[in-house]
């Protein structure tokens, strides 16, 4: 397990759309990085590539697995109704240091443009989604994301930095914050679905990736 979590984690730091290259992993390298034999880095490429992060091409190596554009607007729109579920519990079941620890995120980038701080808000940034999907309290929805999160991240990542969809991105997430804060479920429902089914709108018209 020490070799899968650690190639997991690996992966789900890539920039994998940010790049037009494939991103290859090389066995022998990852070896010496994680100091074990060549064994338990095959077992945990055989249930990466079970699970749908990797693919193994004869000949070639293994690929972290790029989504077609397609693909990715579907994944989104099934993050947004979980999301947006989460949203709604988190409302009701979350408690008040949860909640102000959403706003807590942004503190530093209310007083200087966040254009200047794009690699630290974009941080920011996926760790308020997974903190609304972990306050709704449902375990299964918590399961459900994890294996989206890889694909959620990188696309996050690279769109937060296109056009002005960065002051587009805060205002909504404290608007949010607002409604968890106001303990209003159908607001705080709402405006999660509204915020990430926008982003399958910026996607739909900015978005580069694998056909």
């Given at each position: 397990m020490l070799a899968y979590d650690a190639l997991k984690r690996a992966i789900t730091q890539m920039d994998i759309y940010g790049a037009t290259?494939?991103?290859?992993?090389?066995?022998?390298?990852l070896s010496e990085t994680l100091g074990v034999s060549r064994t338990p880095i095959r077992e945990a490429m055989t249930v990466l590539e079970q699970e749908?992060?990797?693919?193994?091409?004869?000949?070639?190596?293994?690929?972290?697995?790029?989504?077609?554009?397609?693909?990715?607007?579907?994944?989104?729109?099934?993050?947004?109704?979980?999301?947006?579920?989460?949203a709604r519990l988190a409302a009701t079941h979350a408690s008040d240091h949860e909640i102000a620890s959403?706003?807590?995120l942004f503190h530093e980038f209310e007083a200087q443009p966040l254009a200047n701080h794009?690699?630290?808000?974009?941080?920011?940034?996926?760790?308020?989604h997974q903190a609304v999907i972990r306050m709704g309290g449902c375990r299964l929805i918590v399961d459900m994301t994890e294996n989206l999160f890889l694909h959620m991240r990188a696309i996050r990542a690279i769109s937060v930095r296109q056009e002005?969809?960065?002051?587009i991105s805060m205002r909504e997430h404290m608007a949010i914050i607002d409604a968890l804060e106001k303990r209003d479920p159908d607001l705080a429902e709402r405006?999660?679905?509204?915020?990430?089914?926008?982003?399958?709108?910026?996607?739909?018209?900015?978005?580069?990736?694998?056909?």
């Amino acid at each position: 397990m020490l070799a899968y979590d650690a190639l997991k984690r690996a992966i789900t730091q890539m920039d994998i759309y940010g790049a037009t290259t494939e991103f290859r992993l090389d066995e022998r390298q990852l070896s010496e990085t994680l100091g074990v034999s060549r064994t338990p880095i095959r077992e945990a490429m055989t249930v990466l590539e079970q699970e749908g992060f990797v693919r193994s091409v004869p000949r070639r190596g293994i690929f972290v697995v790029r989504k077609t554009k397609r693909e990715i607007l579907d994944l989104i729109v099934v993050w947004a109704a979980l999301e947006a579920m989460a949203a709604r519990l988190a409302a009701t079941h979350a408690s008040d240091h949860e909640i102000a620890s959403l706003r807590r995120l942004f503190h530093e980038f209310e007083a200087q443009p966040l254009a200047n701080h794009m690699n630290e808000y974009s941080e920011a940034n996926i760790a308020f989604h997974q903190a609304v999907i972990r306050m709704g309290g449902c375990r299964l929805i918590v399961d459900m994301t994890e294996n989206l999160f890889l694909h959620m991240r990188a696309i996050r990542a690279i769109s937060v930095r296109q056009e002005n969809r960065h002051e587009i991105s805060m205002r909504e997430h404290m608007a949010i914050i607002d409604a968890l804060e106001k303990r209003d479920p159908d607001l705080a429902e709402r405006l999660v679905r509204e915020h990430t089914m926008g982003l399958a709108a910026h996607v739909e018209r900015h978005g580069v990736f694998p056909e």
